[in-house]
């Protein structure tokens, strides 16, 4: 063959990458592995294999774990966490420069072993899925060596329990072990039972490394090892990515242990073009969004919203450019897609797509493997929004398409889903994109681009994709708390007393607080307060699920809340802070009569200091432009969660539901508080400041009742975003349990107490937001 003719054909061969090192170092460990338990491998067994999905060929036999065994690396862990915090960030720092190092000097033996257990393309494995994992440890040493200063408030949770899945092995672990490990952690980690390998690769470099033994800790098998990893007793924390459904039966595993939990979980993320959009970078970008990894990406571009008048043309343009991706084995650098991890997952997609025939279905005619688990790339057009292709997850390289024909109706279609994962934008129109960008629920938005990830930009989703963020500052939350003993939190029984007797000239008989309007409880029922003498101060409304339901339909038709102005909501916190301070006298007093004793000024004068904290930051709690290796920004945009419902402690009674009600308000939330228990009538005396300072309808709703009664509805409500509790009923589990519906965030306090006289802004104002990182690259 002649240049020229290559030139015109533009034909070229096979380029494979020698798999003799991998296979070389699999035969050195004696292709068998156990596990890594404090510092050292176990004996391995032959319990399971390993296989290249590609060719069906075994790498090796692993061992699957036993309760014994996790005990064993729950231990090592836990022996070595008190002397790893206490080396300090510096210390670790180099620790985790050391193992970025490693992953580099051995970057070609990462990336060929990946490609061998996984099947996704050499190309893939060795630019996109090691780089990022170095860049992850190198990122991460740094946040180590500046915790001491920047964090000094906080320290680590303990020992982190991490189930990560077979799509992206390497970068998975590092996600997971690199943060945990820079603020002071140790991990048992689970890697999934199809793509062991490179874990335990990275385990031998720990080793290689002098990492200090029980560090890290690494336990290989399938769905049940992760059961019990779930289950221990010894864990402090569990972070997991994989799907939504061991996603949640994770949330009920957990629920009531005072684990703390982060989920990555799945998407139907939305690839929104526009008319104007560069087609055929937009095209480019598709074809990144869906077919990168054979489309088992939890953020792919699987859903293409189209603009009505291009849809033909970029179909078509679509197709063509499907028609020339090359399917094949995963070694040859000249290959676009490999295979996908296991025959398991190819008979899922098999079934899925033979299980919903609607739609106009392309396959491209492309060579396709005699064998091995090989899916060819699918676009699937004429789909109704509701057929299940379009909004379950597929994680094949299957793409769904339909079109919108205005913005309001791109962003309906794109958030017409219960995931929350990842989006898209085309349009060569910025104000368009930037406009559009916020009112996606999705943790990260790509404008024209897509599937970019660093180290530095938090990743992480909305709704049913999960909770919690990997990566820069916000990443590190979730493997931090707030430094110090927590006390336990005494249970505060209502007052008992003579309930037919009482000072008529106090008793009053409030009213629930539902979308600005006093409003009677659905169930009819009130209950008497009684103040610490005895005395009769009044009733109050008992609330049901009923009431929860129309306080929620009040919050909702508040939304514009989350649309106001920071300088707005700064005003208005002020405004009540003002109108509560002409009412201190009188608050103060009842608080007194309720409580007993003297608290009730400095209470009122707290209360008016926290509200002015608030308006304080209303428009001071900024996001930031994450330092991301690109020609462009990648915002960290700190967005309302929106309705968040809250147990109000029962200790406080007027600064608990102020010191719940500022931040959230504050960042532009909208409440459904339920007043403390025992001491209820300083929230109902608060709706009348709330009438009178301009706070709109709905955006803060205060119920009365029994918190152990109402915690399960409110928890699983669907329309509610996040609950919190403050109560000291024993509330938390049940919370935590019922919020697995929706998984919603939840922030509770397991029983522990807190000091109401200290602000901690900074907890409560990342609880009232969620990090939206939005990447906008720029040039021609
Ligand atoms: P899973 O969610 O089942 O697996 C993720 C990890 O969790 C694996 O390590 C798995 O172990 C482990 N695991 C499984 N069951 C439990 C459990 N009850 N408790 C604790 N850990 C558990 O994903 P699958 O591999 O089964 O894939 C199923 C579907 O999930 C895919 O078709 C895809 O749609 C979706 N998925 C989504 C991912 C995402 O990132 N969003 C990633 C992977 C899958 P093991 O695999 O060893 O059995």
Not at 146 to 174: S, Y
Not at 615 to 640: C, F, Q, S
Request: proline share 6%; with cysteine; hydrophobic share 45%.
């Amino acid at each position: 063959m002649t240049v020229k003719e290559i030139f015109e054909s533009m034909d070229y061969g096979t380029a494979p990458e020698s798999p003799a090192e991998a296979l070389a170092w699999l035969v050195d460990q004696g292709d068998r592995f156990g596990h890594f338990i404090d510092g050292a491998f176990t004996d391995p067994r032959n319990d399971f294999e390993s296989r290249n999905p590609a060719t069906g060929e075994i790498l090796a036999t692993l061992t699957q774990a036993t309760l014994p065994e996790i005990d064993a690396a729950v231990a090592a862990a836990r022996k070595a966490q008190s002397k790893w915090q206490k080396l300090g960030g510096a210390g670790r720092a180099r620790y985790l420069y050391a193992l970025a190092r490693q992953l580099q000097k051995h970057g070609r033996l990462f990336a060929v072993l990946e490609t061998l257990d996984n099947g996704k393309p050499i190309r893939e494995a060795r630019d996109v899925d090691i780089p990022l994992a170095q860049r992850h440890f190198y990122y991460h040493a740094g946040m180590a060596q500046l915790m001491d200063d920047e964090m000094p408030d906080r320290e680590a949770l303990g020992v982190c329990g991490q189930i990560i899945p077979w799509n992206f092995p390497i970068l998975m672990l590092a996600w997971k072990v690199a943060p945990a490990l820079a603020m002071g952690n140790t991990v048992v980690l689970k890697p999934a039972e199809y793509t062991s390998l490179t874990a335990l690769l990275f385990a031998d470099i720990c080793r290689q490394i002098g990492l200090p033994k029980g560090v890290v800790n690494i336990v290989t098998g399938d769905g049940a090892v992760g059961e019990m990893i779930t289950a221990h007793e010894g864990i402090d924390k569990i972070a997991f990515t994989g799907s939504t459904a061991v996603g949640r039966a994770i949330r009920t595993a957990t629920a009531g242990s005072g684990k703390a939990l982060t989920l990555e979980l799945g998407g139907k993320s939305p690839y929104i073009v526009f008319d104007d959009a560069d087609i055929d970078s937009a095209v480019e970008g598709l074809v990144d969004a869906i077919f990168f990894n054979q489309g088992q990406v939890c953020c792919a571009g699987s859903r293409l919203l189209i603009h009505e008048g291009i849809a033909d043309r970029f179909h078509e343009k679509l197709r063509a450019r499907m028609g020339k991706l090359r399917l094949g084995n995963p070694l040859d650098k000249s290959i676009d897609m490999g295979a996908l991890a296991d025959p398991v997952q190819l008979k899922t997609v098999q079934d899925m797509i033979a299980d919903n025939p609607a739609g106009t279905h392309f396959t491209p005619p492309c060579d396709m493997p005699a064998t091995g688990c090989f899916y060819p790339p699918t676009l699937i057009t004429d789909l109704a929004p509701a057929d299940r292709l379009m909004q379950e997850e597929i994680f094949g390289p299957v793409l769904v398409s339909a079109t919108f024909r205005t913005p309001a109706e791109a962003v309906e279609m794109a958030n017409n889903t219960r995931y929350g994962l990842a989006a898209t934008i085309w349009s060569e129109n910025i104000n368009l994109a930037l406009d559009i960008a916020p009112k996606l629920a999705a943790g990260v938005v790509w404008i024209n681009g897509s599937n970019m990830f660093d180290a530095a930009a938090g990743f992480g989703g909305m709704r049913e994709s999960g909770f919690g963020r990997e990566g820069g500052w916000a990443g590190l939350t979730a493997y931090t708390r707030p430094k110090g003993h927590r006390k336990a939190l005494k249970p505060q029984r209502p007052h008992g007393g003579d309930a037919t007797t009482g000072d008529a000239a106090l008793d009053r008989t409030p009213k629930l607080y539902i979308g600005g309007k006093q409003t009677r409880p659905d169930s009819g029922y009130s209950r008497a307060v009684l103040g610490k003498s005895g005395a009769i101060l009044g009733h109050v409304p008992v609330a049901s699920r009923k009431d929860i339901r129309n306080a929620v339909e009040a919050a909702q038709s508040a939304a514009g809340w989350g649309k106001s102005s920071a300088h707005l909501r700064t005003q208005i916190l002020y405004y009540i802070g003002e109108n509560l301070s002409a009412r201190a006298d009188e608050l103060a007093a009842r608080i007194d009569a309720l409580m007993g004793g003297k608290s009730g000024k400095a209470e009122v004068e707290t209360s008016i200091d926290r509200l002015f904290t608030y308006a304080a930051w209303a428009d001071k709690y900024e996001g930031r432009i994450n330092g991301v290796p690109m020609r462009g920004a990648a915002l960290a945009m700190h967005e309302p969660v929106g309705i968040i419902g809250a147990f109000c402690p029962d200790e406080a009674p007027l600064l608990g539901p102020i010191s719940v009600m500022a931040p959230a308000l504050a960042m532009g939330n909208r409440v459904v508080l339920v007043a403390s228990e025992p001491a209820p009538l300083l929230a109902t005396d608060f709706y009348q400041i709330l009438d009178t300072s301009d706070v709109p309808a709905g955006a803060v709703n205060i119920l009365t009742g029994s918190h152990l009664d109402l915690a399960a509805p409110m928890a699983a409500h669907m329309n509610i975003d996040a609950v919190w509790s403050f109560s000291s009923s024993d509330i938390s589990g049940e919370i935590e349990r019922a919020s697995a519906s929706n998984l919603k965030r939840t922030w509770v306090n397991n029983g522990h107490a807190r000091d109401w006289t200290g602000a901690d802004s900074n907890s409560f104002l990342a609880a009232a937001t969620e990090v939206k990182t939005v990447w906008i690259p720029y040039g021609e």
